[in-house]
């Protein structure tokens, strides 16, 4: 059989100078080394698509060339993002001989030891200390063993409290020691993907792009020594849906220590060290560990499995890198940066395109109202009622938000924020014809949502498939307001339509979930829509699948920072409709263009003449 090698393809993208070091490296490389010898194989693909091999701890290049060629496996290509190179030609030298380096290993469970025991011994020789927090299971039984196998490079072996999962001993037990530390590794024993079951593909990745080989560590270290990164971390591995790049639960957390480190606490999309595996220089390790946390400070376990501390930290770590964060890619043996990983992410949600095909194995479908089934095509929130200000005045925009702030504070389970319950509000703090107001932003919002054809279609083709379809909504709208939206554009009712302001329950806190768990019993629950916490994660807690509609805003992220900004100035024009499947139709039925279109909520812009039978103001 001929040599599988593509000798040029390996030389560009791992590094090596001749064939020789090629073969060598191929012949030797160790069972976490998933780099590829071939543009067009894909280990991390090759083991997606082939279940039985994770069961069985397969290594994919190993596997494909004794026997998968042969049975024909399904194979996909390498491909890798355009991102940048972070390095230069001094990173594949060997680190300082005075730089001080450490692997920090988190083993809470006592069928890892034998795992981290193997993988670390099979780099033919530890090159730097190790020290090891544990669980008193992990102690008792392997103490002794561990002393053997790490011998005089162990300088901590310590048992832990079982509180703050994985960074309690990063920022608490070991903060001390790891001060003395120029590049500092952390790997952990983890067991799932936010699944419930026992997984070790997403570990084997992790690890097998943080400590593969001998070679792959000292190009991360030389990174980190060199002042290019300050945090190294795996990209995202493919079994990871791509909303896990976002602060999901974690906003509270999160922007809480981002304000004590003096960051900004802009929360959504990050690229960040999912998975809470990496390597970090002791700039990034010295300010986390000035927050002095304690044990105290983390959940008791078992914890939630997300908007935890221990989860902000994660996203921290990303924040406090900012740029001089680089993502290895194991495939290529590439870099990319944050800003690549992100769009990345963001792509990879699922292609509308294939939501017929989805829902067709499914009985229950849930679609959200806001962004998903419709969008504004003024691309603003706020701007129907920054219409009815200039309208009528009286501070209308202020004033109701603040009274729609109130009456959520003083919510309690069971109940949600309506319209009318905003105007009664207004009234009862002398604004001027309240009712007439809501009505009238009511009618401004209408009138600017249009379809969203593609989320449409699936929508139309659910009811097609006698599925039991619902339109479900977080909003202070009444059912009326959906249903006048659906007649407008020809668009079939649902079975039924939840709406928190009637019904009182929410996605967001998770209630409307709750309900909908029961009335889902053993069917197979599908929802649609465009909010990564309420819509995708709250609904997966309650056993739906979820399916991600990409929000109109993330669309901008593939363009440059001029383009970008000339966008969000244009998507924010309440003059401009905004539809990408289709032309935007007008924003306002008749009746109300004629009267209110030559009002423009920004000041600054001039009123324009819009009908020859008006006078210009």
Not at 197 to 207: F, G, H, K, M
Not at 395 to 407: D, F, G, S, T
């Amino acid at each position: 059989m001929s040599d599988p090698i593509d000798y040029a393809f390996c030389r560009k993208q791992h590094g090596f100078q001749t064939d020789e070091q090629v073969r060598d490296w191929f012949s030797q490389a160790t069972p976490l080394d998933y780099r590829t010898f071939s543009p067009n194989f894909s280990p991390i693909d090759y083991l997606v698509e082939n279940e039985d091999l994770v069961k069985a701890g397969a290594h994919p290049v190993t596997h494909y060339l004794s026997s998968g060629r042969a049975e024909r496996r399904p194979i996909k290509p390498a491909t890798e993002l355009r991102g940048y190179d972070a390095e230069n030609a001094a990173t594949r030298d060997m680190a300082p001989a005075d730089a001080r380096v450490v692997i920090v290993l988190h083993i809470y469970y006592p069928t890892f030891v034998p795992y981290f025991i193997s993988r670390l011994l099979a780099l033919g020789g530890l090159m730097w200390d190790v020290m090891i927090s544990a669980s008193a299971d992990v102690i008792r039984e392997h103490e002794e063993t561990l002393r053997v196998a790490f011998g005089d490079r162990l300088r901590i072996l310590m048992e832990v409290p079982n509180r703050g999962r994985n960074f309690a001993p990063l920022l608490v037990d070991f903060a001390a020691e790891l001060s003395a530390y120029d590049a500092i590794c952390h790997c952990h024993s983890k067991e799932s993907l936010h699944s419930g079951r026992r997984q070790t593909a997403w570990a084997d990745y992790l690890i097998a792009s943080l400590i593969g080989s001998q070679d792959v560590m000292r190009r991360h270290v030389n990174l980190i020594l060199s002042g290019a990164c300050d945090v190294i971390s795996p990209a995202p591995f493919i079994g990871m849906p791509p909303w896990a790049s976002h602060s999901l639960s974690n906003d509270a957390h999160f922007t809480e220590m981002c304000a004590r480190l003096g960051l900004d606490g802009t929360t959504g999309f990050m690229a960040y060290p999912v998975g809470g595996m990496l390597w970090m220089s002791k700039t990034v390790h010295a300010s986390l560990a000035s927050m002095a946390l304690k044990h105290d400070d983390f959940p008791p376990e078992p914890s939630r499995p997300d908007g935890e501390l221990h989860h902000a930290l994660e996203r921290l770590i990303g924040r406090l890198a900012g740029r001089k964060q680089a993502f290895y890619d194991q495939v290529t043996g590439r870099y990319w940066a944050p800003d690549a990983v992100l769009r990345e992410e963001v792509r990879r949600s699922a292609n509308a395109g294939d939501l017929p095909e989805i829902i067709n194995g499914h009985d229950i479908v849930t679609f959200d109202f806001f962004d998903t089934l419709c969008t504004r095509s003024t691309g603003d929130e706020e701007w129907a009622k920054r219409r009815v200000e200039f309208a009528i005045g009286q501070n209308y925009h202020m004033r109701r938000n603040a009274v729609e702030a109130q009456l959520r504070a003083g919510l309690h389970p069971g109940e949600d924020v309506s319209l009318p319950l905003i105007a009664q509000a207004l009234t009862r703090e002398g604004f001027i014809d309240a009712i007439g107001a809501v009505a009238l932003e009511r009618a401004f919002d209408l009138a600017t949502l249009v379809p969203r054809p593609q989320i449409v279609h699936a929508y139309e083709h659910a009811i097609e498939k006698e599925k039991m379809v619902l339109i479900v909504s977080d909003s202070y709208y009444d059912q009326g307001f959906i249903r006048s939206f659906l007649l407008k554009h020809g668009i079939p009712e649902p079975k039924q339509i939840l709406i928190s302001a009637d019904v009182g329950l929410r996605k967001d806190r998770g209630d409307l979930w709750h309900h909908l768990g029961r009335v889902r019993g053993n069917s197979r629950g599908l929802h649609v829509g465009d909010n990564v916490h309420s819509d995708i994660q709250k609904a997966s807690e309650q056993g739906f699948s979820g399916f991600y509609v990409q929000h109109w805003r993330h669309e901008l992220l593939p363009f440059s920072g001029f383009s970008r900004n000339l966008l969000k100035r244009n998507l924010t024009n309440p003059g401009f409709a905004r539809s990408t499947d289709r032309a935007a139709p007008e924003v306002f039925d008749d009746d109300l263009q004629e009267r209110y279109l030559d009002i423009v909520p920004r000041r600054g812009v001039k009123r324009r003449n819009v009908s020859k039978n008006r006078v210009a103001r």
